[in-house]
């Protein structure tokens, strides 16, 4: 576990998936990530690579070959390495091999960095082609937020929160155009959710049909509030085409996952090359994306 720390928040990240697993204010002792119970999710903040979401029938065809992915790929259960760490600073990276390889037959490098500022803590995603040919890839990230935060310092001067005293706070959306998701996937037609003066109540009814699948939102901010004490988080997000908002039956966290990248369609034809969101990188290119988290 690595731990960096500017004084006003601190946070830990596991070389496994290069995961942030905590993300804690040291002026009030909240920490704002998912405790990661098993018993409901065993995840903090995996990294979706190379693909976002599922596959269907979990393969997906190039060049005349199929091959097999699982859900949101195999980032998050490899082990990173960790270079140019300071105090407040790492970058983890992960490079292909003859495993990735069987199941994702490129050469890439993929960086993961972390950075803190003030009450900030950036994550960018570097992806590198070091290959010969074209690079296709998606890429996303999946941090969960404790819903409700739990206020060590300060337990005597709010109230015990719930699940439904929190909201999701969006900066230009009054409503949200939701993708129904059908066996994992992207199925047909769409659900319209207004917004209260660009307000969502959170409720674990909102997620019983599994995650809000958004598909570009003109928002670069979403805030996570609560009605009864004045803390939360901003988190900041620009170049996502894709969001997805998803909590676990009966857990207490939220997620919000800046996505490059969708799940198959239910009538997509498998071919990587033209996947809805796909991406991809000439030889010796990189591409870039970063979202932030601020805490008060």
């Known amino acids: ?38 018993e409901y999710w065993g995840k903090f ?98 941090p969960a937020f404790a819903v409700p935060l739990l206020l060590e310092n300060e337990t005597t001067q709010y109230e015990t929160t719930q699940y439904e005293d929190y909201f999701l706070e969006f900066n230009h959306s009054h409503e949200l155009n939701r993708y129904k998701v059908t066996g994992g996937l992207i199925g047909d037609g769409t659900q319209h959710i207004k917004l209260d003066q660009g307000r969502l109540p959170l409720s674990k009814d909102l997620f019983r049909e599994d995650a ?11 805030s996570l509030g609560c009605s009864k004490h004045p803390h939360g988080l901003h988190f900041r997000f620009e170049g996502f085409p894709f969001f997805g ?19 198959d369609s239910v009538h997509h034809n498998q071919e990587l090359t033209t996947k809805e969101g796909i991406l991809s990188v000439e030889p010796g290119e990189h591409w870039c994306r970063q979202w932030c988290v601020a805490v008060f």
């Open 1 to 38: 576990m690595l731990h960096l720390s500017n004084g006003q928040i601190e946070v830990v990240i596991h070389p496994r998936g290069a995961e942030l697993q905590v993300l804690k204010s040291l002026s009030t002792g909240v920490n704002y990530m998912w405790s990661g119970d098993p």
């Open 45 to 142: 903040s995996p990294i979706l690579f190379p693909i976002v979401g599922a596959l269907k029938n979990d393969t997906y065809l190039y060049n005349g070959k199929e091959y097999t992915l699982p859900r949101h790929g195999f980032a998050r259960e490899r082990t990173f390495l960790a270079e140019h760490v300071s105090e407040e600073a790492v970058n983890f990276r992960l490079v292909d091999d003859a495993e990735t390889r069987a199941c994702y037959p490129f050469n890439f490098q993929l960086d993961v960095h972390y950075r803190l500022e003030e009450n900030r803590v950036y994550c960018r995603y570097t992806v590198t082609n070091t290959g010969e040919g074209p690079l296709w890839f998606s890429i996303g990230g999946h």
């Open 212 to 222: 809000l699948v958004l598909k570009g939102m003109p928002d670069t901010e979403i």
């Open 245 to 263: 908002i998803w909590a676990a039956p009966g857990a207490d966290f939220v997620c919000l996952e800046p996505w490059c990248g969708i799940a």
